[in-house]
């Protein structure tokens, strides 16, 4: 299954870099390649967690009102669903068919040659780039505390959904995972931690843009 994925990104992979011929710049152009695919997914993911975050004072005055009645309970709620048009279920679809091509990148990035096959590529993941001496090998403190950096502060946008505020296990892996980033970047190839920077780097700008599209949403509906 991860080579169904790895193997045509690695063919697009090597394509920009015959086009680019720097391997740090052609991973930079991948991520926004990548990124920008997988844009419609997240979109959705945000714009629908948007909507059902409207209805969470519906759905505790239910909760509350057949605190006593289950069958009643979720009688109500599936006619507010209906009403509404959210599905719970529905926001977890762009992330589960998101995860196999994240699975496929992160083995290719991991190792480039086991899924490009041409001679030229096994010299291009050694490359250096900017202060990097070799993308092959892990950059032990910049990239891993820069891509640690940028995960805390994505995870933070997420986690002002009201669904995740107070959540402890929410409130737990907003510091823990920033901090398993860190370590995880310090021994991968510096290659798949400058992708992970990068792509998160556009995520908190993508996730910005869509707060600005929310806000001036719910403005209008007020209005």
């Known amino acids: 299954m991860t080579g169904i994925i790895a193997g045509p990104l690695g063919q697009l992979l090597f394509a920009l870099y015959n086009l680019i011929g720097n391997y740090g710049i052609t991973l930079i152009v991948f991520t926004l390649i990548v990124r920008a695919c997988l844009f419609p997914l997240y979109a959705d993911q945000i714009k629908h967690s948007s909507k059902l975050n409207d209805v969470q004072p519906k759905i505790k005055d239910i909760q509350t009102k057949y605190a006593n009645d289950k069958e009643t309970m979720n009688t109500k709620m599936m006619e507010l669903y209906k009403e509404e048009k959210v599905n719970p279920a529905r926001g977890?679809?762009?992330?589960?068919?998101?995860?196999?091509?994240?699975?496929?990148?992160?083995?290719?990035?991991?190792?480039?040659?086991?899924?490009?096959?041409?001679?030229?590529?096994?010299?291009?993941?050694?490359?250096?780039?900017?202060?990097?001496?070799?993308?092959?090998?892990?950059?032990?403190?910049?990239?891993?505390?820069?891509?640690?950096?940028?995960?805390?502060?994505?995870?933070?946008?997420?986690?002002t959904n009201p669904q995740m505020q107070g959540n402890p296990t929410m409130v737990m892996m907003k510091y823990l995972f920033p901090i398993m980033i860190v370590w995880w970047g310090r021994s991968f190839p510096a290659g798949l931690t400058l992708y992970w920077f990068f792509g998160t780097f556009i995520q908190i700008f993508q996730t910005m843009g869509l707060n600005k599209w929310k806000e001036s949403k719910k403005r209008k509906e007020t209005k």
Do not use: K
């Open 92 to 159: 977890c679809l762009p992330l589960l068919i998101q995860m196999p091509i994240i699975i496929g990148l992160f083995a290719l990035l991991r190792n480039p040659v086991a899924y490009i096959d041409n001679p030229s590529m096994l010299m291009a993941i050694h490359e250096s780039f900017l202060w990097i001496p070799d993308l092959s090998q892990p950059d032990l403190w910049i990239l891993p505390i820069l891509a640690g950096i940028t995960t805390y502060i994505s995870f933070t946008q997420t986690s």
